[in-house]
């Protein structure tokens, strides 16, 4: 059974009365891919059901007078049929269409519309540059964790939009006339690779929206995030042959330009982390994130997979624009496998008083990122209990880590399941996820505080209050020592037992547990 199979399984066994629930799609036709997502509305949470992409390459079409050839309108034709077929029974209220730059581009976009009605009932809504920016903020904002100001940065087919806002709202919003698509066509014919063809598409990209980087820089930014398929690419080939974090950074830019420039078509490009139906789209998108980062002085970029569709499909329920995501997802979550949040709440608290003691970071810098990725899997614990009570951990480390996440990047959703995953029961230190951002000694203390958590609340029950509880701990995590109120243990033998075979357990792979 795959992954999707089993989850919508493991939703249908949920014992839940479930109020409303609404199906709805979201397609982006872009310059390169179109782009559908069907999703639905159920328990105040938006959960993706599938996702379709289609390579069409409308900006290919586009010549030099802005007509788009009968080919590229038939590949777009063809590919709204394919779609039209998926969303057979759909309201035409929930589904939204949007067009970008290439539609609104072509002096005879009205002839693709017109074919397109003739196999895709719904109607079809060419959107401004300006508009694409906003949603694209949309689409970034609803799924990733950082919150203040963001400067978002998209590298489509025809167009960049570069936004910064704050929170939900964009503040500057600006689209540019240069894609990878039309930077391939225009600047590398015949798909030849050259230092001159790169620098000319380099300095074009430069000259587009040098007049940009005085307010942009101005108004100034917390973090940067780049959304789909360019940056997407990038980030994937920076994983695979430079640094796991696939954090996007000047100095790995040039690398991967050098790298790049060692080619001369684009049919010899072969990098790891790149694949082949991107290859032609690569490089001159790499030109354009470069000139990015120079007119603007950005020191490094977070990949986002929330862009221009996941806004389109937000904008749909007006409902989900709260200041904390993860809490939207987390109660969505709860809603669905229903969890008991009376014990969720009781080891979220245990959790909290913990990890409030515990000081020896590795990396102190991420220190309130891991603690609250600590309290977020005391609460989601046994999402997997739906499934069956033994095994708990490995059936809800399993589905936190194969179902959409808004709000936690994917370093974060590793980090979330590896807790889950090893909260109960004999480990081994050799089993962990290697982290690219997170020290393993912190991984190991995170998943040690939640395993006390949950210990103190065996019972189930608030019987016993266990604010009055100290830790202490050795930098080298091998020596723990709890200490309680006096008579705690005496008053909660489940408890006293609980602890004795957890050290136990720790003795076998050399770290100490104390407790009085």
């Not at 409308?58 to 590949?75: F, H, M, P, Y």
């Not at 470069?290 to 749909?316: C, H, K, N, P, W």
């Not at 009781?346 to 810098?365: C, I, N």
């Not at 040690?448 to 509880?469: G, H, V």
């Amino acid at each position: 059974m795959n992954n999707q199979n089993l989850i919508a399984k493991v939703t249908e066994l949920a014992p839940l009365t479930r109020t409303e629930v609404k199906e709805i799609a979201a397609i982006d036709l872009g310059s390169n891919s179109f782009h559908m997502i069907i999703a639905r509305i159920m328990n105040g949470s938006i959960q993706i059901l599938s996702r379709l992409k289609q390579k069409v390459q409308l900006a290919e079409g586009l010549d030099e007078n802005d007509v788009l050839s009968q080919a590229a309108i038939t590949r777009g034709v063809n590919c709204l049929a394919l779609f039209a077929e998926r969303l057979q029974g759909f309201a035409p209220e929930n589904v939204n269409v949007v067009g970008t730059y290439t539609l609104r581009r072509a002096v005879n976009n009205q002839e693709f519309l017109r074919q397109a009605k003739a196999v895709f009932p719904y109607p079809i809504n060419i959107i401004t540059g300006k508009t694409e920016a906003k949603t694209i903020y949309a689409g970034v904002s609803h799924t990733q964790p950082e919150t203040g100001r963001k400067f978002v940065i998209d590298i489509g087919g025809g167009s960049t939009e570069m936004i910064i806002g704050e929170n939900f709202t964009p503040i500057l919003a600006e689209s540019r006339h240069m894609g990878c698509v039309s930077f391939a066509k225009k600047f590398f014919p015949n798909g030849v690779i050259s230092q001159q063809h790169f620098h000319h598409a380099r300095q074009a990209a430069l000259m587009k929206i040098e007049d940009l980087a005085f307010e942009y820089r101005h108004l100034g930014w917390d973090v940067v995030l780049g959304s789909s398929g360019t940056i997407k690419t990038v980030y994937q080939v920076i994983m695979s042959n430079i640094d796991p974090n696939g954090m996007i950074t000047p100095q790995r830019l040039n690398q991967l330009i050098e790298r790049t420039l060692q080619s001369s078509h684009f049919d010899e490009l072969k990098l790891s982390g790149l694949i082949e139906e991107r290859a032609d789209v690569f490089v001159p998108g790499l030109a354009i994130l470069s000139a990015v980062f120079e007119t603007f002085g950005i020191q490094q970029m977070r990949y986002s997979d929330g862009a221009l569709r996941e806004g389109v499909m937000y904008s749909l329920e007006k409902n989900f624009q709260v200041t904390n995501i993860r809490q939207r997802t987390a109660l969505g979550l709860a809603e669905q496998f229903a969890i008991d949040l009376a014990q969720a709440e009781r080891v979220y608290q245990s959790a909290k008083l913990l990890g409030s003691q515990y000081t020896h970071w590795q990396k102190p810098e991420l220190a309130e990122e891991m603690s609250e990725i600590l309290l977020w899997a005391a609460k989601l614990h046994e999402v997997g209990i739906v499934i069956n009570h033994k095994g708990m951990q490995k059936h809800s480390a399993y589905i936190l880590q194969n179902i959409e996440l808004p709000g936690f990047d994917k370093e974060q959703q590793r980090l979330l399941t590896t807790l889950v995953r090893y909260q109960i029961n004999l480990f081994k230190l050799s089993d962990f996820t290697k982290f690219s951002r997170y020290h393993e000694q912190d991984v190991l203390a995170l998943i040690r505080l939640l395993r006390l958590a949950i210990m103190l609340n065996k019972s189930r029950q608030a019987t016993e209050k266990t604010e009055r509880i100290s830790l202490k701990t050795d930098r080298s995590l091998s020596h723990w020592q709890v200490t309680f109120a006096n008579d705690y243990l005496t008053h909660t033998p489940l408890v006293h037992n609980e602890l004795k075979a957890e050290k136990r357990l720790l003795n076998e792979i050399g770290l100490e547990l104390h407790f009085n």
